[in-house]
């Protein structure tokens, strides 16, 4: 605690007297300085105890103390000491009364104590509080570092609560709750996501005080990691602004948080070098291979149904899919392999799980914004985000998963949307296909000819190749969709047959002209 007033008082070689504001002795003093002016204010920073002998002061003018007070409490200072038998043999009653009225605690120094005596014992403490601060910052990073080493995260911030007798949390990327200490805390940091969001959009390191939720106490924020991008948070919440040991202990946490939750880029290299290496052992069918080159790295992921997911992008909207595709993964308790390409990016990720989960509600987020422009949909089309996910796959279909992704990855593009995966494909009708372009470019090119012959009047052909094809060829069935005689959609066939210069018979070319018609049909 640093040095008070009351601890003045009570310091048995100073004999000092207090002869107003006694119920305000408990304020911290921050220095002892000595002024006769008749206006010291301008050289007051606030905290002093102002020791005078009246020298320049009419202290006997009731009018005159008030003003000399009430300046002086503005000003900021905590105490006035008055010294006895230099030029008043005892304090003037006008000052006694100021001093009570303005609340300002008085004390009288006996002719024996020199002003250096009293600044001498306020600097004595002031040393002594910050060695006992610096002492107690030195333990908290012991035993933080203690903490960090065999209990991780979660040991710095029961650490970090009880140092600062408070609670602590810790935050992912994504802004989501990892870790709180003490565990009521939890209720507490989640109400302060918005916060963390804040913080995450400045350049770390970054920091920033706000009032806890529903006022119930002081919170600091504070980014971690070393990057433009921070890659978690620390909120500390207490009752009141913290002290010197206190500081000591959130500067160490910030700094093993950082080292625990930030790893090294070497590291990541490594770690991304291992997963591509795991990705082209599957895609070669050795899963067995795989399982041996990832060890422990990917848990169970490699023996339980997963996905494949294939995204491409640009960098910054790729970084922000692994951020939540991880985030996530790691909230739950998730492996997850993620494998970068260059503009593309191949994720492995349980099925059914958190990361995959992730993917999808980042792709919708994607989709949402890219409808409204000022929001961030009016990035160029090359660096928008397009993402295919396989249907729930094995090891030994990692090959065909990754096929499945990429053609739902395909269809992605082509049909404008942001996530497609291969079972929407694979439940739903190829007819919805037919809509690109390319196709409805080849079925015009195919049917031209007919439509061309049809348009001089000397005949239906069009009309009458869909209604054969739709009753698989019976010609009677067909001619009397037609209204015409049997005959008569003979001829017309082998018309068809002539113009395009295809047969019929062959089921390939029946199943083209088909398809050819249901696209330029617009069914």
């Avoid at 048995?12 to 008749?38: C, F, I, N, Q, Y």
């Avoid at 009225?101 to 509080?129: C, H, M, N, W, Y």
């Avoid at 909230?331 to 997850?336: F, L």
Wanted: charged residues 25%; negative net charge; glycine residues 10%.
């Amino acid at each position: 605690m640093p040095p008070t007033l009351a601890s003045l008082v009570h310091h048995s070689a100073l004999k000092l007297t207090v002869r107003a504001g006694e119920d305000r002795l408990d304020v911290p003093v921050r220095w002892a300085h000595v002024s006769e002016l008749a206006d010291p204010v301008p050289y007051m920073e606030g905290g002093e105890l102002l020791l005078i002998t009246a020298l320049k002061l009419d202290a006997g003018d009731p009018e005159a103390m008030r003003r000399y007070v009430k300046r002086l409490v503005g000003a900021g200072v905590v105490g006035l000491g008055f010294a006895v038998g230099v030029n008043y043999e005892e304090i003037p009653g006008a000052l006694v009364e100021a001093a009570e009225q303005e609340g300002l605690p008085l004390l009288e120094v006996p002719r024996r104590t020199p002003f250096l005596a009293i600044s001498k014992a306020v600097s004595a403490a002031i040393a002594a509080d910050q060695y006992r601060a610096v002492t107690a910052g030195f333990a908290a990073q012991r035993e933080l570092t203690r903490q960090a080493l065999n209990a991780g995260p979660e040991g710095v911030l029961s650490a970090l609560a009880a140092q600062v007798d408070g609670w602590a949390a810790l935050y992912d990327a994504s802004g989501a709750v990892v870790a709180t200490a003490p565990e009521w805390a939890g209720r507490r940091a989640a109400r302060l996501t918005a916060e963390v969001e804040r913080l995450r959009e400045r350049p770390a390191p970054a920091s920033s005080v706000v009032g806890g939720p529903d006022n119930e106490d002081r919170v600091e924020l504070h980014s971690l990691g070393t990057g433009r991008r921070p890659r978690a948070a620390l909120a500390v919440g207490t009752a009141a602004a913290l002290g010197t040991a206190e500081r000591y202990a959130v500067h160490s946490a910030i700094a093993l948080l950082t080292l625990t939750t930030e790893r090294s880029r070497s590291l990541r290299a490594a770690e991304q070098r291992v997963g591509a290496a795991v990705l082209r052992m599957l895609l070669a069918g050795q899963p067995d291979h795989a399982r041996g080159v990832a060890g422990d790295l990917y848990g169970g992921l490699l023996d339980a149904p997963f996905r494949m997911i294939v995204a491409d992008a640009g960098a910054e909207l790729l970084a922000g899919l692994t951020e939540a595709v991880e985030s996530a993964a790691a909230r739950a308790g998730e492996a997850v392999l993620v494998v970068p390409e260059g503009e593309r990016l191949v994720v492995l990720a349980a099925d059914a799980g958190a990361a995959v989960g992730a993917c999808a509600e980042y792709a919708a987020a994607r989709e949402a914004a890219r409808a409204v422009p000022e929001q961030g949909g009016a990035s160029e089309e090359d660096d928008d985000l397009v993402v295919g996910m396989s249907a729930p796959a094995g090891p030994i279909a990692a090959a065909a998963a990754y096929k499945q992704a990429e053609q739902a990855l395909s269809v992605a593009r082509r049909r404008g949307r942001v996530l497609v995966e291969h079972e929407q494909l694979a439940s739903g009708s190829v007819l919805p296909l037919l809509a690109d372009d390319a196709v409805k470019a080849f079925a015009d090119g195919l049917l031209r000819a007919l439509h061309e012959h049809d348009a001089t009047g000397r005949g239906d052909l069009v009309a009458s190749l869909r209604a054969w094809l739709s009753r698989h060829g019976q010609w009677d069935a067909a001619a009397a969709d037609l209204g015409v005689h049997r005959h008569t959609l003979r001829y017309r066939m082998r018309r068809v047959e002539e113009i395009l210069g295809r047969s019929l018979d062959d089921p390939d070319v029946r199943m083209e002209l088909w398809l050819a018609l249901k696209a330029t049909s617009g069914e």
